[in-house]
């Protein structure tokens, strides 16, 4: 890295390499240290965070509407159940665990 010219080095196999961008900290001492986002990506993330956050709100809202919805009275005409087979009882099978101890 400090070398006077640069060098090539083929590997055997790849190498994963991991890039970090941080631009908040909390300092050694426990002070939150603030950094300029010079890619914007806080800012793209805190609208994708905002879009979801609103996505979820929407479903919670229409999933309260539907709980408070009367249910629907005997007058009202219903789907027709249609009957399920009936299926034989199942037997209970004992199980036996071998122990190594």
Do not use: C
Not at 2 to 29: C, M, N
Not at 87 to 92: G, S
């Amino acid at each position: 890295m400090h070398a006077e010219e640069e060098r090539t080095v083929k590997l055997r196999a790849p190498l994963p390499v991991y890039l970090g961008y941080w631009t908040a900290r909390v300092s050694a001492d426990g002070v939150t240290q603030f950094r300029k986002d010079v890619y914007g990506i806080d800012r793209r993330q805190t609208a994708l965070l905002a879009d979801r956050l609103s996505r979820l709100r929407r479903t919670a809202a229409a999933a309260a509407m539907a709980d408070l919805r009367p249910a629907p009275s005997k007058t009202m005409k219903t789907s027709r159940r249609v009957p399920v087979a009936k299926r034989a009882p199942v037997k209970p099978r004992a199980v036996i665990a071998n122990s190594t101890e």
